[in-house]
């Protein structure tokens, strides 16, 4: 375990809010936007029923009224063209850059629609200026949202302060991990973790070497729900030999990506999720949900195994017990799965992802 340390809460800068591109426009009809901070910060601050389209990758709780746009991290000008949106709000993901997003920019500015690129940088006044843009593009309030994620961060910092910081190795697919400069980074600064990529030397999205890892005190893995694989899968790979991961099961949490990878207005959420499951002074149980198979069809069984007490499954609005769920009738995409369990110290909340990939629904 790494030593105590404050959290360094300069890093709550508030950002000035970001200008619209309205024009003479007015208030826009319908707006599209590139990210999954973004459809958040719609669905907080209750403006969704004035999207337009969102990204095909975003993970939502229930199926959008807005059209899904793109492919995997890329969306092409003539795409958005021919929906002849009023705005897009354009926050590029950190792993996708170059001629892809700056012709999509183009593309849309030459058709005469509004326009605002919004910053995306590993700093928590991202997020104050993402919930800003949403809020002026469509005449809403965004303060007390805001306000309320700095008091919910100030309150776990003050509950994590004199407790031991474990060391957590973040995965995405490709084998990727999550140096320092990454929004991953400052996530798990904020949940009381150290960063073992940061520790072993790595900036930004990079791979690492199986010896590398070995080094490391790693203490945790946290892997994304888009690496479709099982914690026991995991934690038996190379790469984890001789160190405590190694046959430990228990000690890999796979977890819903649009929360924990990205800040946005879910990450107050997203940090006391994590810290939640990784301090075993927190208050309630350790919830860490598996998947049986992470990707199914509409009307398909999944199994979701939880191994804590008094738990309930939400999957698309409808509540079950831990076990098999059938999955509704709906449209294919990234869906949100949360579990709730609670015991005599609290309760505690995760959430993960399940895709659907077609349907066998008569």
């Not at 080094?215 to 790979?237: K, N």
Request: some cysteine.
């Amino acid at each position: 375990m790494a030593a105590a340390r404050p959290l360094a809460f300069a890093l709550l800068v508030v950002l000035t809010p970001v200008a619209g591109c309205m024009g003479d426009t007015g208030e826009p009809e319908g707006v599209i936007v590139t990210s999954q901070p973004l459809v958040d910060a719609f669905h907080e601050l209750d403006r969704a029923d004035q999207l337009a389209g969102v990204p095909d990758w975003a993970i939502v709780d229930e199926p959008p009224a807005a059209d899904r746009v793109g492919r995997p991290f890329v969306i092409e000008a003539e795409e958005v063209v021919r929906r002849e949106p009023a705005l897009v709000l354009d926050q590029p993901h950190p792993l996708v850059t170059g001629p892809s997003r700056e012709a999509m920019a183009t593309g849309v500015q030459q058709a005469g629609i509004g326009y605002e690129k919004l910053p995306s940088e590993p700093a928590l006044g991202t997020v104050e200026a993402t919930l800003a843009a949403a809020g002026e593009a469509t005449g809403t309030d965004h303060t007390d949202a805001w306000q309320q994620i700095r008091s919910d961060l100030a309150d776990l910092n003050e509950t994590l302060a004199d407790q031991p910081r474990p060391s957590a190795l973040f995965l995405f697919p490709a084998g990727l991990v999550a140096g320092t400069d990454t929004d991953v980074d400052l996530i798990l600064e904020l949940a009381g973790m150290e960063n073992a990529a940061r520790e072993a030397g790595l900036t930004g999205y990079a791979q690492i070497t199986d010896e590398a890892v070995q080094r490391t005190d790693v203490d945790l893995v946290i892997a994304t729900a888009t690496m479709h694989t099982t914690p026991e899968e995991i934690a038996g790979r190379p790469m984890f030999a001789d160190t405590a991961i190694e046959d430990s099961p228990e000690r890999v949490l796979v977890v819903d990506p649009s929360r924990t990878t990205r800040l946005g207005p879910h990450v107050a959420e997203a940090a006391s999720q994590l810290a939640a499951w990784s301090h075993e002074e927190m208050p309630g149980p350790r919830v860490s949900p598996t998947l049986d198979p992470y990707e199914v069809h509409a009307c398909e069984p999944v199994d979701v195994d939880v191994d804590a007490p008094n738990a309930t499954v939400t999957l698309l609005g409808e509540t079950h017990d831990p076990g098999t769920v059938t999955v509704p009738d709906v449209a294919e995409g990234h869906y949100r799965l949360t579990v709730e369990a609670r015991d005599d110290t609290g309760t505690a909340t995760t959430t993960t992802m399940l895709t659907v990939e077609g349907s066998d629904c008569a």
